[in-house]
């Protein structure tokens, strides 16, 4: 098996499987723990890859989880298509979709974090029937954003970087230059100065050199502006069970949106870290394992020990 540059820091065995999405993009995932385990996805955000929950893998596979942890199209391994409607919203939860049923599962609990919790929270609202448990890190549920960046200056000042991501080629030159020093102070500026080591920016420097990745990552976010140009979000609730985990330090999204996220779910509960960034799994991963592992253990479907 060919091993991913940072894998050897992860302590449990991993497989690699590939993909296709119902539109013909190649998915990227990485595999642990029994193969009859019950089912978590783990969805990555920007601009990290299947290794941004390197703290949580062994910790769910040791507990006889069976863990997918996709590369997200237009990230790292997975393709990186060149049309922005390539990454609306319908296509990204379709790829969760397609990944539970090439398991041969009809359920799976699926967590979130950054971009991946948006996918997370989209899926809930419109596929329940194939979420178990949903666990949110990090960014509210999608009607909460769209009345805070209304209502809220703050915020909206908060979310300007995502206006220069839709200017064409600029921010991929700006973010990459120099082997992605951009992306690397994106990530150091937003966390704690622990947050990151520096085998971890090797590990994430080499997935943003892949070509074309760069443009992928940054399409979501201008696949996301053409979605909102059209579409006005709705306030519905999400009817499975949910954790929302947030990290009180985080520089870009408002702790007042973590409460009313967690309220929009007809079973939603709310832990804070006062002390973690937006890059809460990071910063705290023996609390929010924990918090995990406890939340999925209330369906009664975690393995015995």
């Known amino acids: 098996m060919v091993i991913d540059f940072g894998e050897e820091r992860i302590s449990v065995p991993m497989e690699r499987h590939w993909g296709t999405s119902t539109d013909g993009v190649s998915l990227h995932i990485r595999a642990a723990g029994p193969s009859d385990g019950p089912l978590v996805v783990l969805l990555h955000g920007f601009p990290e890859f299947w290794y941004g929950w390197r703290h949580q893998i062994p910790a769910l596979a040791h507990a006889g989880y069976r863990v997918l942890i996709p590369d997200q199209r237009g990230y790292n391994r997975s393709d990186a298509p060149d049309d922005i409607s390539a990454y609306d919203l319908d296509r990204l939860t379709a790829d969760v979709r397609q990944i539970i049923d090439a398991e041969g599962r009809d359920r799976a609990h699926v967590i979130g974090h950054d971009w991946g919790a948006m996918v997370a929270w989209q899926l809930a609202i419109t596929s329940p029937e194939r979420i178990h448990r949903l666990g949110i890190l990090n960014v509210p549920h999608p009607y909460v954003f ?17 206006l220069f991501f839709q200017i064409p080629h600029l921010p991929e030159w700006v973010l990459g230059r120099k082997d992605g020093q951009g992306l690397a102070l994106l990530l150091r500026w937003s966390s704690r100065s622990d947050t990151f080591t520096t085998n971890d920016m090797q590990a ?74 937006h890059w809460i799994q990071h910063d705290a991963p023996e609390r929010v394992n924990q918090a995990l592992l406890d939340h999925l253990d209330r369906t009664g479907t975690r393995p015995a020990s």
């Not at 209304?150 to 908060?158: I, V």
């Not at 709705?234 to 929302?244: E, G, H, I, N």
Request: hydrophobic share 40%; glycine share 4%; proline share 5%.
């Open 204 to 277: 994430y420097r080499r997935a943003w050199r892949r070509p074309g990745r760069l443009t992928g990552m940054l399409h979501w976010y201008r696949a996301a502006a053409r979605r909102a140009l059209r579409t006005r979000v709705k306030d519905r609730q999400v009817p499975v069970p949910t954790l929302v985990l947030w990290g009180a330090r985080d520089i870009a999204l408002s702790r007042r949106m973590a409460a009313p996220s967690a309220a929009r779910c007809l079973d939603g509960r709310l832990m804070v870290l006062d002390d973690a960034t």
């Open 146 to 162: 769209s009345q805070t960046l209304r209502a809220d200056p703050c915020q909206l000042l908060r979310s300007t970087y995502a």
